[in-house]
């Protein structure tokens, strides 16, 4: 099916590219990507110009990140025949179109979203110039594209909703040209890490696409349960456990999962054999996509093309609204 015949619409998401994906990545976003690709007209952003808001004290880092992030997109199913991978910094557009809806909001307004808020009161961090305008390039990256749908995370949507401000004060301002775009919430609901805390690449508490089973066991077999349960015989607590919040998500065997919870709330069995089980379906449910993931890392080079041929071919979209809106703020 080429790009005309998909009719739903066009969507742009992405990533930045901080390292390796987790299990969260995979069941919050890629295969929700996966199956889209099949319908939509999909762009995937590989945001690296996001990545320097926060952290751009570690160059040495982001292309290894890159190169790891393309390749366990592809090893997860994101297909480059039927989807557009684009890098963000080599289409300057993007960075072009958002310096100039800088001009069209307020910092007032930027000062209220609430991941600014969050990031500068939980890091204590003295917020630079770019990372106040984190959702002004974001705006930019959806734009562009004149994209109707943006499948992101919860914490994601305050991001579209000042997208929708900005097509729509540009739109009255100088006639109709971005559609609103609508954000899409994933099904799953997000998955805790094994500590039950957020899960986090940096924390030690997410498990990786690429990581071995051993490792996978490791971690979920110290993961974290419910505390108040000291011995198997004990009855247990299901709701807000990780370890069934895994099970739900991962296993097949629905009514396996049923009985264990039952088990459980009484007493009548135990974590390990819980989490042994847990181990298994895991590294059942990653064996393809970390054998893909394995080929694909032999020749990361050919990840990086795949990338640059998908940005390659957005350039004429990207250059086709950038004029528009050079024409239509009178700077043609
Ligand atoms: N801010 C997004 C995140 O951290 C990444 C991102 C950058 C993005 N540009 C985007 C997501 C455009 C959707 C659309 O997850």
Not at 142 to 171: C, M, S, W
Not at 242 to 251: A, C, I, K, S, T
Not at 252 to 257: A, I, L
């Amino acid at each position: 099916m080429n790009a005309a015949q998909k009719k739903k619409g066009r969507i742009l998401t992405g990533h930045r590219p901080t390292g390796p994906r987790h299990i969260g990545h995979l069941v919050g976003t890629l295969e929700q990507w996966a199956k889209m690709q099949e319908d939509y007209e999909c762009f995937f952003l590989i945001a690296d110009l996001h990545v320097l808001t926060t952290d751009y004290e570690h160059p040495d880092r982001i292309q290894q990140n890159i190169a790891d992030v393309v390749i366990d997109w592809l090893a997860s199913g994101i297909d480059a025949e039927k989807a557009t991978l684009v890098r963000q910094s080599a289409l300057m557009e993007h960075a072009q179109l958002a310096l100039l809806f800088g001009m069209l909001t307020t910092v007032a307004r930027l000062e209220r979203v609430p991941t600014y808020k969050d990031q500068i009161q939980n890091l204590g961090l003295n917020p630079s110039a770019g990372l106040l305008n984190y959702p002004v390039l974001q705006s930019a990256d959806i734009l562009i594209y004149k994209a109707n749908l943006v499948p992101v995370g919860e914490d994601q949507l305050p991001h579209i909703e000042l997208t929708r401000e900005i097509a729509r004060k540009f739109n009255t301002l100088s006639g109709e040209t971005f559609p609103e775009p609508e954000g899409l919430l994933t099904k799953t609901a997000r998955l805790p890490g094994t500590d039950n805390r957020t899960m986090h690449s940096s924390w030690g508490n997410a498990i990786r696409l690429y990581e071995s089973e051993e490792e996978t066991k490791k971690k979920v077999m110290s993961m974290y349960t419910d505390p108040k349960r000291l011995r198997a015989t004990d009855p247990g607590t299901v709701e807000g456990n990780p370890v069934f919040e895994y099970h739900d998500v991962f296993n097949p065997n629905k009514d396996e999962v049923e009985d264990f919870k039952a088990r459980y709330r009484e007493g009548k069995v135990g974590d390990v054999e819980v989490k042994k089980r847990l181990t298994e379906v895991l590294n059942a449910y990653l064996a393809s996509i970390r054998e893909r993931r394995a080929k694909l890392s032999k020749n990361p080079k050919d990840a990086i093309r795949i990338l640059d041929e998908g940005t390659e071919a957005a350039r004429p979209l990207v250059e086709a609204t950038m004029d528009e809106v050079l024409e239509k703020m009178g700077l043609k």
